[in-house]
């Protein structure tokens, strides 16, 4: 059974950081795409940032320069360093991973609240 857990959210004041992070087991990390999405209240999913299974990274345009994926294949978790937190950046920060094999199945965790308070 795949099981993302997340952990790391909370209430910060504006300016802070948090790093979320997300343990993965059930399934081979390494061949895992991880991304990390966030959701606002009444709003879809938003894409913040991925790392793919050679290391590469993307971000969002609006955490760019602030927000910090990595991954460590030995533990197999993966984190999310947010920096320079704004209060709109407030929201629930889902894990995802997406097994690179076969038809590339996604699988999502609990997801962990950030509230960035100003």
């Known amino acids: 059974q795949v099981q993302l857990v997340e952990s790391g959210g909370g209430l910060v004041q504006a300016g802070g950081s948090l790093r979320l992070s997300c343990a993965v087991s059930g399934i081979n990390f390494r061949l895992c795409g991880i991304d990390w999405y966030r959701q606002f209240p009444g709003k879809e999913r938003e894409l913040v940032a991925e790392i793919n299974t050679g290391g590469e990274k993307q971000y969002a345009e609006p955490v760019k320069g602030r927000f910090f994926i990595s991954r460590d294949n030995a533990r197999s978790t993966a984190y999310l360093q947010m920096n320079s937190l704004k209060p709109e950046d407030t929201a629930v920060y889902y894990c995802?991973?997406?097994?690179?094999?076969?038809?590339?199945?996604?699988?999502w965790g609990q997801g962990t609240q950030v509230t960035v308070s100003s």
């Open positions: 995802n991973a997406v097994y690179r094999v076969g038809e590339n199945n996604k699988y």
